[in-house]
């Protein structure tokens, strides 16, 4: 265990009210005392019972770390020989301490097959070369095996090799008693299967060409997998939540999706339309509780439970019921400062489908400000300034930051000049505190830095504030960030949407895709446009 953070301190001393100022008075705990039994009695006698509330706090909360995200974060970095297969240079678990990242090749440029939700097994085959080095993930670990000294046992030499072996193995001591069995396809010539069909599995060995058994649901008829074949009843406790709620931890704090993106958006991600949509982290909270806690639309809260805290951006909304919140999980450490949400969900999980805990971990929100907030626009990634909050948006013009900051214009300064100054002038203008910095190369703009108090411009910058005077202007910007986009298809934001039916000009979906087109392309809008409706019509 190692010793705790001023954050961590913090995030326990909410539990017994206990000021900034206390904490940091405080030593951290010995790394070894991991246990009430470990401390010296001399030390606990002489605590009050703030500090062993603190201590029983402490234990606990390395106790879950060490069940969560952050443990396995900090096993792989354990491992003696930690080898990623990845077709990104840099995410979570390369930056975990990968000591040998591989270049793998990406869908579209596999050659396997691949299986769906209904267990059907198809074909799926290259339609694009790898670049570079790239190779596919099975001949990455295939040679890594057989460095290793595992030639034997690893002498794949196509992906139809693994397929049969795969095959082979899910019928090996199967006699009927597991539901996957492809024992059909063990010995599948090359030639077959390149032109390998759809197949729904179980197919098992002696199921000929044309099988149709395996086109049944499972279980239609019984015959379970069990000695029997008979189902087995199990009696689960009454479902009940592991973690209850507290004084410190008052709220429920729903974890998902949204609309836009998919998993840690390393492919969602790179899209600026979709970007448009819901570009930064963010914790929707209902309005009443938005109003018990201090918070504000736009603003910035601290999101914590007894297992970690991330700062996100507040979207007050109807939608959120009191008593919860919610918080996506796309972000991760290569796109936000604070917002992997993977470390604040309790590792608890149901013993019989091992799905965690992950909807409902009882949590704190306290509101947190900064003095300074604005963005940065570049065409590379920027590693910024310590405490920064940011948020990485894709843009059609490159690399968006989103920024928030308590740190003054003149490190802002430092920075420009440090990040964007390099073979380009810079043209800067520092007005009070707002700070507003561009780059250009061969007289081209190539990015910038705006940082202002909350919804101030920063200043325009002209001529005169270039280093060399060469002729050039950029308008003064707001910070108010722009509106969120609600149909990405056509660009079109939720104040447009709500206007138009403040306004009464348009009363039903067909008539929002008539006036603004939205809704009426893809339709994943459509629930978003609803509910915009049904609230209007309420208000009215
Ligand atoms: S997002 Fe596709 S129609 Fe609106």
């Known amino acids: 265990m190692s010793a705790l953070s001023r954050d961590d301190w913090y995030d326990i001393g909410r539990d017994v009210d206990w000021t900034l100022s206390y904490v940091d008075e405080k030593e951290a705990f010995p790394p070894e005392w991991t246990g009430i039994g470990d401390v010296p009695k001399e030390a606990w006698d002489a605590w009050d019972e703030p500090y062993r509330v603190t201590f029983r706090d402490y234990v606990r909360v390395q106790r879950e770390k060490e069940a969560g995200a952050h443990a396995v974060r900090e096993a792989l970095k354990q491992l003696d020989l930690f080898v990623v297969s990845e077709n990104v240079l840099s995410n979570d678990t390369v930056n975990a301490g990968a000591h040998v990242l591989l270049p793998a090749a990406a869908w579209g440029e596999k050659d396997g097959t691949a299986t769906n939700s209904e267990r059907r097994i198809s074909r799926q085959r290259a339609f694009l070369p790898p670049p570079g080095e790239a190779r596919p993930d099975w001949r990455i670990v295939s040679d890594v095996a057989q460095r290793l000294g595992f030639a034997e046992a690893f002498a794949y030499a196509s992906p139809a090799d693994v397929f049969r072996e795969h095959a082979a193995l899910s019928a090996f001591e199967n006699g009927g008693m597991r539901d996957f069995d492809i024992g059909a396809l063990a010995a599948i010539p090359d030639e077959d299967y390149d032109a390998l069909a759809p197949v729904q599995w179980p197919l098992r060995k002696g199921d000929g060409p044309g099988h149709k058994a395996a086109e049944r649901r499972f279980f239609a008829e019984g015959g379970f ?86 700062i996100l951006k507040v979207m007050v909304s109807e939608n959120q019921r009191p008593g919860s919140l919610f918080v996506p999980i796309h972000w991760s450490d290569q796109t936000a400062s604070c917002a992997r949400v993977g470390e604040l969900v309790s590792a608890q999980t149901d013993p019989y489908s091992g799905q965690p805990e992950a909807k409902a971990t009882p949590a704190a929100i306290a509101p947190v400000s900064f003095s300074l907030r604005g963005f940065a626009q570049t065409q590379a990634p920027l590693t910024l300034p310590e405490e920064t909050w940011w948020a990485r948006v894709t843009s059609a013009a490159g690399i968006e930051y989103r920024l928030a900051t308590n740190r003054g214009p003149m490190l802002w300064h430092d920075f420009a000049h440090q990040s964007l100054g390099h073979d380009a002038r810079l043209a800067e203008r520092l007005d009070g505190q707002s700070y507003h910095a561009a780059s250009f190369v061969e007289g081209e703009f190539s990015g910038r830095i705006c940082l202002a108090p909350a919804n101030a ?80 019509r309420a208000q009215q």
């Open 225 to 310: 997998f069990t000695p029997d074949r008979k189902a087995r009843f199990i009696a689960p406790e009454p479902p009940a939540l592991k973690e209850a709620t507290s004084v410190a931890y008052p709220l429920r704090l729903n974890t998902g999706r949204i609309r836009d993106q998919w998993h840690t958006m390393t492919r969602s991600g790179l899209s600026p339309r979709l970007a448009a949509h819901l570009p930064e982290p963010f914790v929707e909270v209902s309005p009443d509780d938005a109003a018990a806690f201090g918070l504000s639309d736009g603003g910035f809260a601290r999101v914590a439970t007894a297992h970690g805290s991330c």
């Open 457 to 536: 411009a920063v200043p325009a910058l002209t001529a005169t504030d270039a280093e060399d005077g060469i002729p050039f202007t950029i308008a003064a910007q707001a910070l108010v960030e722009s509106e969120p986009i609600v149909c990405a298809c056509f660009g079109v934001g939720i104040e447009a949407v709500r206007s138009a039916v403040q306004s009464g000009a348009v009363r039903t979906i067909d008539d929002i895709g008539k006036t603004l087109q939205a809704g009426s392309n893809c339709g994943s809008c459509l629930p978003e446009l609803k509910r915009m409706l049904i609230h209007a």
